[in-house]
């Protein structure tokens, strides 16, 4: 496999599968459950740092990723039990503060390696194409889960919430037990893409899991569509490795990513998804658009 | 999904296409450093140092008759994007060997994709002490924080005889490491530490710690940091009334810092690579040709990256073939009069050099003294 | 001795995190919108007091400047960034500000370099004893002049017209559309005031490190969403109390729970806290 397509094009997928994987997870909450979420670096953090404790420790690999996914679902599971409290702009900024504060202790524990993170993490023993299979595998396994899920009664709950919360409540569906279990499946998933994060770069520190990535993560689902699993993917593996396409304007690469977010927002909020909807259905549209 | 992709082999070749036609008979070396994000500024300076070596050769011949190319690429210090650009180098790219221009989390995860792949790598002034341990290919032109932080004790409590200290400690793997070293050394120099603060890598204002410093009294501060938080720390301090010595590292090592602290700077000490009042024509050869390629003065980061690159320049000339581990051999065992002073390696990987001692009179850095201490700066060995 | 020093430190803290936050909470109050590119225009505040300040060699003119200039910069954002958008889902508003905000630091890296500028001479450095403590005149003028700003800001909003019609327009927008109010004005007037406030605190800022760099915004942008949602959101009394809580709070903090929790945590800490107690944050607001 690396002897054919080359390190760099397998190093470059590994990325972009891990962040399709990422972002899908976000997209469980934010796209399918309608809560914005502006911590998830945190819950890709529990899981990178759990993962990596135990297989440094001597754990196998498959045993550390799994533990590191129950870590972050957990965490998951008492902010998304916080978060019921809190709504819209003020869930918006209590992910923020929940981010900020993994950072923040994160930073202190001498025994997470402190400032000075994990290196050393060892190798998944799957070899460099073995690994990408793998993360590939993975990320097409949670796309199929979500499309799975979009289309349950689970999917149509959240739909409902994301929604109209309120109204969701008084046609009886139970919208916080549906919220916790989109904030753990999600959180969960993060802390997956987190372990497979840590063994591919194997050295975390601190600065990995700060407000930029939850962003990052976030960009992709919002230029996906928020919601939209097809338009999530693309989003995420383009937006993943434009850093390393946009190399040769290097001087202007943060600037354009910075842009696109906002162009994208200001000029077709429904995001990729929206925008090749509305191109194929233009007319149709225009029609059903008037209020 | 697979279309997809499909497609990506097919821009790679075309890259490959495209690449291979300009670069005929030309010797490549690898760069990563941030050109973008918060450590513009030390990716910038650490680029055009790293060029003005590459430049320098180029004009004596190149490397064995072949002009040698830098191919940087812009990591933004972050570890996820370095993992893909060294693979790019070296898979892509097929340089013979790399430099770090970039931070320690950057480095550190590069330099096992280096290791893995058989390619030498040298990190120019990242200083994390895991770097050189991915392996015998990765080695380093600058001090580890903790062989630093001993020199800083034994110019405050020696040199300058200060033995009551308060510690400012920038909350990250270098400003860290330089305490734990400076700490290590303090009772072997009779130094106490009467306080500790640390303080994070985005705090401007010090009003409070400046304040509990006023209430330690201290004879000296040995503060760790960056130009861009050192120089509003120094400031800050010196308003406030505090007049005792401050000692800074590498990390000052800047005009920026001077223009930052203003008449503050006067008299702060620094432990650092770059001795400005050099007699060596190597320093002040590559001091006087930065300021002319790059338009403001040199710094530590800029003799660092030039460094780096005339190890990996002199050790390809020396192995005289484009065979990595004759390369890697030939840095391991390489002798150098380079910017940052006479290097060798030891090994682990890790630079055997002299710490330079500045001060800041009338608006610039100058000679202080030099620490040549074999066996207090002697580095890891694993 | 140390304790009113360390307040004293807090309360300069505090009136920089005010002069950014009383304008991010005006628009909140306004708009609903998340306005985090705020902080980008606290950054612009600040370069071009320090170039102004440079090239003339007057901080008050730099000052003028900067809040006059920035002020216009804060109209324009609405004008082309946010009225368009208005009707969509606060996220849209919010990660589009996010995109924003970004953009406009690497702008001001791209333009003015990687290194930031300082001032060449720099004013108000000198030391003036106050109580017993040494302070930097830079740092009075960073209390006095939020003082007189915000000061300036409640006499604008209690008594005069333009002010009642603001407030009108705040508490209930269609009820002051109705009589006779031009809410597209007063959005503007938002806007422009807000915008010149984060401009002094950009000035201020420069005085108080000799810096200003194009990432100088981040901290202030996220720990100001903070401080407004502790205040009560679009509640500016609320805004204030929190600022200067948080700048005392952190400035003891520093010293005595720097083991334990990042400077720039405590703020979320405190906001994570006040919202499981009292959803509504901690001055509250008349649900409307």
């Given at each position: 496999?690396?002897?054919?397509?080359?390190?760099?094009?397998?190093?470059?997928?590994?990325?972009?599968?891990?962040?399709?994987?990422?972002?899908?997870?976000?997209?469980?909450?934010?796209?399918?459950?309608?809560?914005?979420?502006?911590?998830?670096?945190?819950?890709?953090?529990?899981?990178?740092?759990?993962?990596?404790?135990?297989?440094?420790?001597?754990?196998?690999?498959?045993?550390?990723?799994?533990?590191?996914?129950?870590?972050?679902?957990?965490?998951?599971?008492?902010?998304?039990?916080?978060?019921?409290?809190?709504?819209?702009?003020?869930?918006?900024?209590?992910?923020?503060?929940?981010?900020?504060?993994?950072?923040?202790?994160?930073?202190?524990?001498?025994?997470?390696?402190?400032?000075?993170?994990?290196?050393?993490?060892?190798?998944?023993?799957?070899?460099?194409?073995?690994?990408?299979?793998?993360?590939?595998?993975?990320?097409?396994?949670?796309a199929l889960f979500s499309v799975h899920l979009k289309r349950s009664w689970m999917g149509y709950a959240f739909d409902a919430i994301a929604d109209d919360e309120d109204t969701a409540r008084m046609v009886g569906v139970d919208a916080a037990r549906y919220k916790l279990t989109a904030f753990a499946m999600g959180t969960g998933l993060a802390g997956l893409g987190g372990g497979l994060y840590a063994h591919d770069v194997k050295f975390i520190a601190p600065d990995s899991f700060g407000f930029i990535e939850s962003i990052t993560i976030l960009s992709m689902v919002v230029i996906g569509g928020i919601g939209p699993?097809?338009?999530?993917?693309?989003?995420?593996?383009?937006?993943?490795?434009?850093?390393?396409?946009?190399?040769?304007?290097?001087?202007?690469?943060?600037?354009?990513?910075?842009?696109?977010?906002?162009?994208?927002?200001?000029?077709?909020?429904?995001?990729?998804?929206?925008?090749?909807?509305?191109?194929?259905?233009?007319?149709?549209?225009?029609?059903?658009?008037?209020? | 999904?697979?279309?997809?992709?499909?497609?990506?082999?097919?821009?790679?070749?075309?890259?490959?296409?495209?690449?291979?036609?300009?670069?005929?008979?030309?010797?490549?070396?690898?760069?990563?450093?941030?050109?973008?994000?918060?450590?513009?500024?030390?990716?910038?300076?650490?680029?055009?140092?790293?060029?003005?070596?590459?430049?320098?050769?180029?004009?004596?011949?190149?490397?064995?008759?072949?002009?040698?190319?830098?191919?940087?690429?812009?990591?933004?210090?972050?570890?996820?994007?370095?993992?893909?650009?060294?693979?790019?180098?070296?898979?892509?790219?097929?340089?013979?060997?790399?430099?770090?221009?970039?931070?320690?989390?950057?480095?550190?995860?590069?330099?096992?994709?280096?290791?893995?792949?058989?390619?030498?790598?040298?990190?120019?002034?990242?200083?994390?002490?895991?770097?050189?341990?991915?392996?015998?290919?990765?080695?380093?032109?600058?001090?580890?924080?903790?062989?630093?932080?001993?020199?800083?004790?034994?110019?405050?409590g020696e040199t300058l005889g200060k033995k009551k200290v308060v510690l400012i400690v920038l909350k990250n793997d270098f400003g860290k490491s330089l305490a734990n070293g400076f700490k290590e050394k303090a009772a072997l120099f009779g130094i106490t530490v009467a306080g500790e603060y640390e303080y994070s890598i985005k705090d401007r204002q010090f009003g409070p710690i400046v304040s509990k410093v006023k209430a330690d009294a201290p004879e000296a501060i040995y503060a760790t940091g960056y130009f861009f938080t050192a120089g509003p720390l120094v400031n800050q301090l010196r308003a406030a009334g505090v007049?005792?010595?401050?000692?800074?590292?590498?990390?000052?090592?800047?005009?920026?810092?001077?223009?930052?602290?203003?008449?503050?700077?006067?008299?702060?000490?620094?432990?650092?690579?770059?001795?400005?009042?050099?007699?060596?024509?190597?320093?002040?050869?590559?001091?006087?040709?930065?300021?002319?390629?790059?338009?403001?003065?040199?710094?530590?980061?800029?003799?660092?990256?030039?460094?780096?690159?005339?190890?990996?320049?002199?050790?390809?000339?020396?192995?005289?073939?484009?065979?990595?581990?004759?390369?890697?051999?030939?840095?391991?065992?390489?002798?150098?009069?380079?910017?940052?002073?006479?290097?060798?390696?030891?090994?682990?990987?890790?630079?055997?050099?002299?710490?330079?001692?500045?001060?800041?009179?009338?608006?610039?850095?100058?000679?202080?003294?030099?620490?040549?201490?074999?066996?207090?700066?002697?580095?890891?060995?694993? | 001795?140390?304790?009113?020093?360390?307040?004293?430190?807090?309360?300069?803290?505090?009136?920089?995190?005010?002069?950014?936050?009383?304008?991010?909470?005006?628009?909140?109050?306004?708009?609903?919108?998340?306005?985090?590119?705020?902080?980008?225009?606290?950054?612009?505040?600040?370069?071009?007091?320090?170039?102004?300040?440079?090239?003339?060699?007057?901080?008050?003119?730099?000052?003028?400047?900067?809040?006059?200039?920035?002020?216009?910069?804060?109209?324009?954002?609405?004008?082309?960034c946010y009225q368009p958008i208005l009707d969509r889902p606060p996220y849209v508003a919010l990660i589009a500000s996010i995109g924003l905000f970004i953009a406009m630091e690497e702008i001001f890296r791209i333009i003015f370099g990687p290194y930031g500028l300082s001032y060449t001479a720099p004013p108000l450095q000198a030391p003036i004893i106050l109580l017993g403590m040494n302070l930097k005149a830079a740092e009075i003028l960073t209390m006095v002049g939020a003082l007189i700003l915000i000061g300036g800001l409640g006499v604008l909003a209690g008594r005069t017209r333009t002010g009642i019609a603001w407030?009108?327009?705040?508490?209930?927008?269609?009820?002051?559309?109705?009589?006779?109010?031009?809410?597209?004005?007063?959005?503007?007037?938002?806007?422009?005031?807000?915008?010149?406030?984060?401009?002094?605190?950009?000035?201020?800022?420069?005085?108080?490190?000799?810096?200003?760099?194009?990432?100088?915004?981040?901290?202030?942008?996220?720990?100001?969403?903070?401080?407004?949602?502790?205040?009560?959101?679009?509640?500016?009394?609320?805004?204030?109390?929190?600022?200067?809580?948080?700048?005392?709070?952190?400035?003891?903090?520093?010293?005595?729970?720097?083991?334990?929790?990042?400077?720039?945590?405590?703020?979320?800490?405190?906001?994570?806290?006040?919202?499981?107690?009292?959803?509504?944050?901690?001055?509250?607001?008349?649900?409307?």
């Amino acid at each position: 496999m690396v002897e054919i397509i080359g390190a760099y094009q397998v190093s470059l997928i590994t990325t972009m599968g891990i962040s399709v994987i990422l972002a899908l997870s976000l997209n469980l909450i934010t796209g399918f459950c309608g809560q914005i979420s502006l911590g998830h670096a945190a819950f890709i953090g529990a899981g990178a740092y759990g993962a990596a404790m135990l297989t440094t420790a001597g754990w196998p690999f498959a045993a550390g990723l799994a533990a590191g996914t129950a870590i972050a679902a957990v965490l998951g599971l008492v902010v998304g039990l916080a978060s019921l409290r809190v709504r819209h702009d003020f869930l918006a900024i209590t992910t923020m503060g929940v981010g900020f504060l993994f950072l923040g202790v994160v930073r202190q524990q001498e025994w997470l390696g402190g400032e000075m993170g994990i290196s050393s993490i060892p190798d998944a023993g799957l070899g460099k194409g073995g690994y990408m299979v793998l993360v590939v595998l993975i990320a097409a396994a949670i796309a199929l889960f979500s499309v799975h899920l979009k289309r349950s009664w689970m999917g149509y709950a959240f739909d409902a919430i994301a929604d109209d919360e309120d109204t969701a409540r008084m046609v009886g569906v139970d919208a916080a037990r549906y919220k916790l279990t989109a904030f753990a499946m999600g959180t969960g998933l993060a802390g997956l893409g987190g372990g497979l994060y840590a063994h591919d770069v194997k050295f975390i520190a601190p600065d990995s899991f700060g407000f930029i990535e939850s962003i990052t993560i976030l960009s992709m689902v919002v230029i996906g569509g928020i919601g939209p699993v097809w338009g999530v993917i693309v989003a995420a593996a383009v937006l993943s490795v434009l850093p390393f396409w946009f190399q040769f304007i290097e001087e202007y690469k943060l600037l354009l990513y910075g842009g696109l977010l906002f162009a994208v927002m200001r000029f077709s909020p429904g995001g990729l998804a929206g925008f090749v909807a509305g191109f194929v259905a233009k007319h149709k549209r225009r029609r059903a658009a008037a209020p | 999904m697979k279309s997809f992709f499909g497609k990506v082999p097919f821009l790679a070749l075309a890259g490959v296409l495209a690449a291979g036609a300009a670069a005929a008979d030309t010797v490549k070396i690898g760069f990563n450093a941030p050109l973008t994000g918060f450590a513009a500024a030390d990716g910038k300076s650490a680029n055009i140092g790293a060029q003005l070596a590459v430049d320098q050769a180029n004009a004596e011949g190149g490397i064995n008759g072949k002009q040698i190319e830098l191919v940087v690429y812009d990591d933004q210090a972050s570890p996820k994007n370095s993992v893909p650009i060294a693979n790019k180098l070296i898979g892509q790219d097929k340089v013979k060997i790399g430099i770090s221009g970039s931070y320690s989390g950057a480095t550190r995860a590069a330099a096992g994709v280096y290791q893995a792949a058989g390619i030498p790598y040298i990190s120019a002034y990242a200083v994390h002490p895991d770097i050189t341990r991915a392996g015998d290919y990765v080695f380093r032109t600058s001090f580890v924080g903790e062989v630093q932080g001993r020199a800083g004790a034994k110019l405050v409590g020696e040199t300058l005889g200060k033995k009551k200290v308060v510690l400012i400690v920038l909350k990250n793997d270098f400003g860290k490491s330089l305490a734990n070293g400076f700490k290590e050394k303090a009772a072997l120099f009779g130094i106490t530490v009467a306080g500790e603060y640390e303080y994070s890598i985005k705090d401007r204002q010090f009003g409070p710690i400046v304040s509990k410093v006023k209430a330690d009294a201290p004879e000296a501060i040995y503060a760790t940091g960056y130009f861009f938080t050192a120089g509003p720390l120094v400031n800050q301090l010196r308003a406030a009334g505090v007049t005792v010595p401050v000692i800074g590292q590498e990390g000052y090592d800047s005009q920026k810092f001077i223009e930052i602290a203003g008449a503050a700077a006067e008299g702060v000490v620094i432990t650092t690579s770059l001795d400005r009042d050099s007699k060596s024509p190597e320093t002040s050869g590559f001091i006087a040709a930065f300021e002319k390629k790059a338009g403001y003065k040199a710094d530590m980061v800029a003799a660092s990256g030039h460094t780096a690159a005339k190890v990996a320049i002199a050790a390809m000339r020396k192995a005289g073939t484009d065979d990595p581990k004759a390369i890697r051999d030939a840095i391991a065992s390489i002798t150098l009069q380079a910017s940052t002073g006479k290097i060798s390696f030891n090994k682990l990987g890790e630079v055997r050099k002299d710490v330079q001692v500045q001060v800041v009179r009338d608006g610039q850095w100058h000679h202080y003294s030099v620490i040549s201490d074999d066996k207090l700066l002697a580095p890891p060995e694993m | 001795m140390l304790a009113f020093e360390l307040f004293m430190q807090g309360l300069v803290q505090g009136s920089i995190y005010a002069l950014i936050a009383v304008g991010l909470t005006l628009v909140y109050g306004l708009l609903r919108i998340l306005h985090v590119a705020h902080a980008g225009l606290f950054t612009l505040g600040g370069y071009i007091g320090v170039l102004v300040t440079n090239a003339t060699g007057s901080l008050a003119l730099a000052l003028l400047t900067a809040m006059i200039a920035v002020g216009f910069v804060g109209m324009a954002l609405y004008r082309f960034c946010y009225q368009p958008i208005l009707d969509r889902p606060p996220y849209v508003a919010l990660i589009a500000s996010i995109g924003l905000f970004i953009a406009m630091e690497e702008i001001f890296r791209i333009i003015f370099g990687p290194y930031g500028l300082s001032y060449t001479a720099p004013p108000l450095q000198a030391p003036i004893i106050l109580l017993g403590m040494n302070l930097k005149a830079a740092e009075i003028l960073t209390m006095v002049g939020a003082l007189i700003l915000i000061g300036g800001l409640g006499v604008l909003a209690g008594r005069t017209r333009t002010g009642i019609a603001w407030r009108a327009t705040v508490k209930d927008p269609q009820m002051a559309e109705s009589f006779g109010i031009d809410i597209v004005k007063v959005r503007y007037l938002n806007f422009f005031i807000g915008s010149a406030l984060a401009a002094a605190a950009g000035v201020m800022v420069a005085l108080l490190n000799n810096l200003v760099e194009p990432t100088m915004g981040s901290v202030p942008s996220y720990k100001a969403l903070a401080i407004i949602v502790l205040g009560g959101l679009g509640n500016v009394r609320g805004t204030l109390i929190a600022s200067l809580a948080l700048g005392v709070i952190e400035s003891f903090g520093t010293i005595y729970l720097g083991f334990l929790l990042d400077r720039d945590a405590i703020a979320f800490a405190f906001l994570i806290l006040v919202l499981m107690i009292r959803p509504q944050g901690l001055v509250g607001r008349s649900n409307g």
